[in-house]
Nanobody
Framework: VQLVESGGGLVQAGDSLRLSCAAS????????MGWYRQTPGKQRELVAR????????NYADSVKGRFTISRDNAKNTMYLQMNTLKTEETAVYYC????????????WGQGTQVTVSS
């Protein structure tokens, strides 16, 4: 299984971006999927998470009301719509997926850089 993020880039504060995470390879239904971000010298932090069917979502307090996570299981793709971006949200954004097998396996993408300038 391979996860590939796309959609990152350089934007100005207040702008929007939409990240995508496409799963390929021996795809199967994932359980929870999520977006994380990391800046140099800091731990990777959870941004948003979505349940297998998409009906349950969780967000970091700092992004509530501005970011929206979604997934299209038919396309094996997850999205993160990010609105009103802030400079402090400059980071590498990673896609994460937990397999539906037992024991579960964590999969990570290679990350996509999001840079928010002032």
């Amino acid at each position: 299984v391979q996860l590939v993020e796309s959609g990152g880039g350089l934007v100005q504060a207040g702008d929007s971006l939409r990240l995508s995470c496409a799963a390929s390879g021996n795809t199967f239904r994932f359980n929870a999927m999520g977006w994380y971000r990391q800046t140099p010298g800091k731990q990777r932090e959870l941004v948003a998470r979505i349940s297998s069917g998409g009906g349950i979502t969780n967000y970091a307090d700092s992004v509530k009301g501005r970011f929206t996570i979604s997934r299209d299981n038919a396309k094996n793709t997850m999205y993160l719509q990010m609105n009103t971006l802030k400079t402090e949200e400059t980071a590498v954004y990673y896609c994460n997926a937990v397999s539906g097998t037992w024991p579960p396996t964590n999969y990570w993408g290679q990350g996509t850089q999001v840079t928010v300038s002032s």
